[in-house]
């Protein structure tokens, strides 16, 4: 069910709050290639301990053993309404101590802790006890921390996740009321000090892939049925901590119903509005699953006793909450389009086939399960669809056939397009399918800067292209980095200088021996001075230079021969090893270290093996690891499973346009997306993206 929410008496709420500059809390969903940035976690309300009957405490007690073992959850959110207040009656008077320690009860003997389980108030907790006392006492949250709301970080190597539960009902521990006009005794709001808390914690954790927030009630009454309460004070300022943090996402209960939804009023971008039903009270729709793929969010409802359950977590669903869900990401018309979805079944009754198809006509295609976890993939050929709406449909099948059903957009794909040094055979452009000779002469070196071409002439100085030729600067250039709009080029005894807004900077007159672009930060080298980092100013940050340096998410790897292999963080050098390594690159977060004769290694934290035998040279392409292994030939490295991709010796290769290009030395360019493609029979020196506008 979808809705469009309108509250137009928020309008005349104050906006001064709307003047803050937004804060980035969100980083756009990503269509990965493979399934390395998924996890998930799981989301229970309205458990209302002390109901007449025993479904509030089997349905628990079956949520956090059985449950949980099937899931497997990061964690678990409990939103509100822990116990009923009621004592198995109809009205809720209490507290009473007998809910609460049977609430307790049953998620200690599940062994429950304060950094699995986070458990949030309700207005079933509130009532008749103004200081949340009994929650403080009892809840798993509350027990452990003193406090009503809770924020917690999920720290993977491809990012942090924030999570923030804050606390929706009153405080004024009113009784319950049969009079609709009181709110029925519910006064739901965030006062002045639950806000500031809110903000304090969007604002330190702003750098966080996602934040996610969840409560116990709607924003506002009547979302579900007309006696559903929601906040009566504190919407307006806690909406504009949404909006100047960039939050996407607000999950909660209270309503007893599943709904997804989108809520954008007062908001200049959409967040994600997700209500989930009663575990406790209710016949269907026990629990959710969200999963986090790339950062695309998706979710399903569970039921108990109903398995499989199934998740489609890629592509995103573009209505998930609406059409058109605004965080959901097109598809290109690729021939490797990967389809991801979660599956969990019971241990007596595993899952014995997932298959996905298309457009609900085409033929079921298995799917294979991705490390033995509950995570399986498929790859679909989109390069014949037609541009438009496609439907996915994901099956499993185990005590019972259960199907997820998705919707994506798929669009035409842009015509590759790359400027490539042949040498002495000149430099060309390659676009819908043919070549255009752009110079008859030999570039040492390309990068793009502005949407421009920049090729290095060497004697002839430095040329940029942008339908003509145009030299930049006459002198001869050691070497050059860019980021697309700042191009830094080492001119040797000239010093090193930036170019931007097509005018030069003088950064140093030190002649540099090597410079590195790690993100937005250069990296500058000397053999007996040392190593400098410029993000403005420049810094040196150690007395030897690097052999090689690479970087992740300001985290700077840099390898120093005999000296070993070093991390640069918060301005702090840390060795990882003292082992003379033969190369370092980085792919999807993690640092993947050659050493010859021993392997290859994969760094995030923690080290592992990937293969016997060192690369030549990688490359990667949203989360895929291209490695030439020499006469052992070239190999894809996806969800931890190697595959050779071709025999061939490969002399260079660059990811480019999302494609990766092969140079085989005498045998040609190659194009391949998954299926190889020949582009030309020159020996290729060097090539980068380029779009002739």
């Known amino acids: 069910m979808n809705k469009r929410l309108f509250a137009s008496w928020i309008l005349l709420l104050s906006l001064s709050w709307l003047m803050a500059p937004p804060s980035h809390a969100g980083n756009a969903a990503e269509y990965h290639l493979t399934g390395s940035r998924v996890f998930w976690f799981m989301e229970i309300s309205d458990l209302h301990i002390g109901d007449s009957?025993?479904?509030?405490?089997?349905?628990?007690?079956?949520?956090?053993?059985?449950?949980?073992?099937?899931?497997?959850?990061?964690?678990?959110?409990?939103?509100?309404?822990?116990?009923?207040?009621?004592?198995?009656?109809?009205?809720?008077?209490?507290?009473?101590?007998?809910?609460?320690?049977?609430?307790?009860?049953?998620?200690?003997?599940?062994?429950?802790?304060?950094?699995?389980?986070?458990?949030?108030?309700?207005?079933?907790?509130?009532?008749?006890?103004?200081?949340?006392?009994?929650?403080?006492?009892?809840?798993?949250?509350?027990?452990?921390?003193?406090?009503?709301?809770?924020?917690?970080?999920k720290t993977f190597p491809f990012g942090a996740y924030h999570f923030l539960g804050i606390s929706t009902p009153g405080n004024d521990g009113a009784p319950f009321s049969i009079w609709p006009w009181d709110?029925?005794?519910?006064?739901?709001?965030?006062?002045?000090?639950?806000?500031?808390?809110?903000?304090?914690?969007?604002?330190?954790?702003?750098?966080?892939?996602?934040?996610?927030?969840?409560?116990?009630h709607p924003f506002e009454a009547g979302y579900s049925s007309a006696l559903d309460t929601g906040l009566t004070y504190g919407l307006?300022?806690?909406?504009?901590?949404?909006e100047n943090y960039g939050v996407p996402f607000y999950g909660f209960g209270h309503t007893h119903q599943y709904l997804e939804n989108i809520y954008y009023d007062s908001l200049s971008r959409d967040i994600f509005y997700m209500n989930y039903s009663s575990l406790g009270e209710e016949d269907h729709d026990h629990f959710a699953v969200i999963a986090v793929d790339g950062n695309g969010v998706s979710m399903v409802p569970g039921q108990h006793g109903l398995w499989p359950v199934v998740c489609i977590t890629a592509p995103m669903d573009r209505c998930l909450g609406d059409c058109t869900n605004p965080y959901a990401y097109d598809i290109p018309q690729a021939r490797v389009s990967p389809i991801r979805a979660l599956v969990f079944d019971e241990d007596e009754n595993p899952v014995t086939?997932?298959?996905?198809?298309?457009?609900?006509?085409?033929?079921?295609?298995?799917?294979?399960?991705?490390d033995a976890s509950s995570l399986w993939a498929g790859t679909w050929d989109a390069?014949?669809?037609?541009?438009?709406?496609?439907?996915?449909?994901?099956?499993?099948?185990?005590?019972?056939?259960?199907?997820?059903?998705?919707?994506?957009v798929v669009v035409e794909e842009a015509p590759v397009e790359l400027a490539v040094d042949f040498g002495v055979n000149g430099l060309w452009l390659y676009g819908d399918e043919a070549w255009n000779q752009l110079?008859?002469?030999?570039?040492?070196?390309?990068?793009?800067?502005?949407?421009?071409?920049?090729?290095?002439?060497?004697?002839?100085?430095?040329?940029?292209?942008?339908?003509?030729?145009?030299?930049?600067?006459?002198?001869?250039v050691d070497g050059m980095v860019s980021d697309g709009e700042v191009l830094y080029v080492d001119f040797g005894s000239h010093g090193l200088w930036k170019y931007e807004n097509d005018v030069w900077d003088l950064l140093t007159g030190i002649n540099m021996d090597r410079i590195w672009l790690c993100g937005q930060t250069l990296i500058a080298g000397h053999d007996t001075l040392g190593l400098y980092l410029y993000d403005?100013?420049?810094?040196?940050?150690?007395?030897?230079?690097?052999?090689?340096?690479?970087?992740?998410?300001?985290?700077?790897?840099?390898?120093?021969?005999?000296?070993?292999?070093w991390k640069f963080q918060d301005e702090i050098w840390t060795r990882l090893t003292g082992i003379n390594v033969h190369a370092i690159w980085m792919s999807d977060h993690r640092l993947i270290a050659g050493l010859n004769g021993i392997g290859l290694y994969a760094y995030d934290g923690t080290v592992a093996k990937i293969r016997s035998r060192n690369a030549e040279e990688i490359v990667t392409d949203r989360g895929i690891l291209y490695a030439d292994f020499g006469t052992e030939g070239l190999w894809k490295y996806a969800d931890h499973v190697w595959?050779?991709?071709?025999?061939?010796?490969?002399?260079?290769?660059?990811?480019?346009?999302?494609?990766?290009?092969?140079?085989?030395?005498?045998?040609?360019?190659?194009?391949?997306?998954?299926?190889?493609?020949?582009?030309?029979?020159?020996?290729?020196?060097?090539?980068?993206?380029?779009?002739q506008s």
């Not at 200081?131 to 924020?151: E, K, R, V």
């Not at 006062?191 to 996610?212: P, V």
């Not at 260079?652 to 190889?676: C, E, H, P, R, T």
């Open 53 to 153: 009957g025993s479904q509030d405490t089997d349905y628990l007690a079956w949520a956090v053993t059985d449950l949980r073992d099937a899931i497997d959850p990061l964690f678990i959110v409990a939103s509100g309404d822990l116990t009923d207040s009621t004592n198995g009656g109809t009205i809720p008077n209490g507290p009473y101590p007998g809910e609460w320690q049977a609430y307790r009860q049953i998620l200690d003997t599940a062994g429950m802790d304060a950094a699995f389980y986070y458990d949030l108030t309700g207005n079933h907790d509130h009532y008749n006890d103004a200081l949340f006392a009994y929650y403080l006492a009892y809840s798993i949250q509350g027990s452990a921390n003193g406090t009503t709301q809770h924020s917690w970080v």
């Open 439 to 476: 110079h008859s002469g030999n570039a040492r070196g390309l990068e793009t800067y502005g949407g421009n071409l920049v090729a290095d002439a060497s004697v002839l100085g430095l040329y940029l292209y942008d339908g003509t030729w145009h030299q930049i600067s006459p002198n001869r």
């Open 183 to 216: 709110n029925y005794g519910d006064h739901a709001g965030l006062d002045d000090t639950e806000l500031a808390y809110i903000e304090s914690e969007l604002s330190l954790h702003q750098d966080a892939e996602l934040t996610m927030i969840f409560g116990h």
């Open 236 to 242: 307006g300022p806690f909406l504009g901590h949404i």
């Open 383 to 408: 390069s014949a669809a037609t541009p438009g709406s496609h439907i996915i449909e994901v099956r499993a099948q185990g005590p019972t056939t259960v199907t997820d059903r998705i919707e994506t």
């Open 643 to 691: 595959t050779m991709i071709n025999a061939g010796d490969a002399e260079n290769m660059w990811v480019l346009d999302q494609k990766l290009m092969v140079d085989f030395g005498s045998a040609g360019l190659f194009m391949y997306d998954g299926i190889w493609t020949f582009l030309n029979a020159f020996d290729a020196d060097d090539a980068a993206d380029y779009t």
């Open 353 to 370: 086939q997932v298959e996905f198809r298309m457009d609900e006509t085409g033929d079921w295609q298995p799917m294979q399960q991705v």
């Open 536 to 565: 403005g100013a420049v810094t040196k940050i150690r007395d030897t230079n690097a052999q090689d340096v690479v970087s992740d998410r300001g985290v700077l790897y840099a390898d120093f021969g005999s000296d070993g292999l």
